[in-house]
């Protein structure tokens, strides 16, 4: 932490996007309070990420920045810019020079920034001083990959306007992150529907790694694992569905919710991973495994 | 009646009836407790999202709990359901419908009348928006005459037109927009029931009052 920095507030300009990666989509902190109208939340799935990378360049917290997903995104910068990138580590180049994660950077016209592949983790959280500045969707500029609301995905060729909405000069010089855990551990509140699993169930649940299969993506991660048998084998009615929700599919494999899951679903969730927590669910890449522990808030 | 915990953010309160649903929506939107974020019907429960700061699950069991309290909420015994609910403000909505839909006559044959009745009975009855779910502005809209009542297309359709009007189990619905479907399509509207250029989106909200009119009478009586 040092003093305030002195930077010069660049004008608003915009970004070339080159590559996009496998996934790279614009989030904010998404649309809460819309589920009764069957709209969920989105925004970040690692929320925790997108927060920092907007506080190390001054933005308020709510401004959009891009949600790289294992890394490849290749954009070039059209004016002065200040930008930060935070979440999964990833190898990065400015115009050929190797610049660091967690941490400002001041990016001159014509920059070119280059986002190799993550070391660990999976989503990597780009901003920029002042914001994307695209149309907000229901006061939200996060896409919504499930509903399909909000910008597109990005893509080579496009075009993103940058904003001027900015809050103070940026405060922290370098914000150094914990390596994520190779399996890391959630702590998860049991319920609403433990009950309508065996104890034996429950017990593997608790006992048990999964592993992070490759059908994961913004909704949920899909876990493989031993099968959750259910007590109770009636039709669920439909209910609302809380991030880091914990349902089980009739095929008895877990699947943890995040940012871009539906509203309700009808099948039971046997626990809930806590908020706190959330941001490591949405690290996860494929083949790595989770274990979850019980836990009482 | 029954409070689950949902992580440490949420409350699902979990009751007997949909009609229950309905009441403590209404009156959860009306007197809502402090420190709540979001509430979610759906078919019976009422999901309680609550801000940590403001409060916390235990306060608010107790806070619902006492919403339940006075006055009774419907049950068995008590009088009917609209008698008692606490309305959310939300408007009410009429949705012209060319009944036209392509299992029309299968409904009819099903539930063994024509389909003029069939359409006749979907006139008639007061609906009104129970939930939203499935998509964005998909309201489950309930008061389907109970003859009506018929469970899910064994095959779902990989699509359905937007503004297919269409009904399943105790419910019926307008789907806002091309998307997979079971539901047995009877009609269709040109009224546009979610549009994120409108303000608001969503024209079925939970609480809302529907009306089902014939689009084209003229067609009808042919």
Redesign the interface.
Known sequence: MTAPRATPEPPAGHLDVLAAGPLATIQDLGR??L?????TRSGAADRRSLALANRLVGNRPHAAGIEITYGGLVVRFARAALIALTGAPCPLHLTGRPVGMDAPIDVRAGALLRVGPPDRGLRTYLAVRGGVDVPA??GSRSRDTL?G?GPAPLAAGVTLALGRESADPPVVDLAPQARYPLTPTLRV?????DDWFTDDSLARLWACDYEVTARSDRVGVRLSGPALRRRITAEL??????T??IQVPADGQPLIFLADH???GGYP?AG????EDIPLAAQCRPGERVRFQRYR? | MRMLTCGADALLVEVATLDQVEWLYGRLCQDRPRGVVEVVPAARTVLVGLDRRRTDPARLRGEIASLLDSPAPPGTSGPPAAATRASAPAPSVTVPVRYDGPDLAEVATLAGMTPAEVIQRHLRSPHRVAFCGFAPGFAYITGLDPALRLPRRATPRTRVPPGSVAIADEFTGVYPRSSPGGWHLIGRTDLVVFDLDRDPAALLTPGSAVSFVEADPARARR
Not at chain 1, 35 to 39: D, Y
């Open positions: 809460p309070g589920a009764h109208l069957g709209i969707v229901l509903a609301i509140v049991p319920g609403p529907r009615p439909s209910e609302g569905i809380v880091g929700g539906p509203v309700t969730v809930v991973v806590v908020a808030p």
